[in-house]
């Protein structure tokens, strides 16, 4: 968070960035996995489903509310519009690849070779696509949209969340250092702050993400 960005408050971008990478090492870890098929673990922990709806709740608000309205500001400027396109079309190979994992997770016979190579590509594609935002579309986000643009991203990602906001705030502060979940949990309203530290938390803790159905059963 060493870029100086003088208009938007981005520390929840860089929150769900920084959770998005996370699930993608524990993913790459799970799939490189000898001693247990991962195809058990990613299709029965709630792991997988979290990351999916999480990250896509994140990609299709910014598809919708964040690079039309720079698409709009910056018209005329074509090395400014080729970066939005190119987010646009970073964002648009990770849809299919979601699905050909989900095809994997499903396949008996031959997934688990296809997995580990598609985890890879997941972790590649999506990785660098996030440095790339955070590199080069950022400072431009910064400059060109309003707050209200920036409100109506934030509020679009919580529809998109939905009923999932209990475990959204848990997930996203899973395995961070204590000054980063201050500084994001100071950006919430004093209720969510209470419902995180009184219930949520605790329930996330319980759900074990990254455990196996079955395994989950003995504890
Ligand atoms: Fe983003």
Known sequence: MNQDFKNLDMTMMFAIHDALRRELERITRITARVDEDPRHVLSTAVGWELFKKFLTAHHVSEDVTVWPPMERALAGRPDELALLEAMEAEHAVIDPLLADIDAALADR???LQRLGGLADTLYTR???HLDHEERDAL???????????WAAFSAEQRTRIGDDSSRYLPWLLDDIDAAKVATVLGKMPEPLRQAYATEWRAAYEDLAIWTPKADAALR
């Open 109 to 111: 016979d031959s997934g």
């Open 139 to 149: 400072a431009l986000m910064d400059l060109t949209l309003s707050q209200e643009e």
């Open 126 to 128: 999506l990785g660098g």
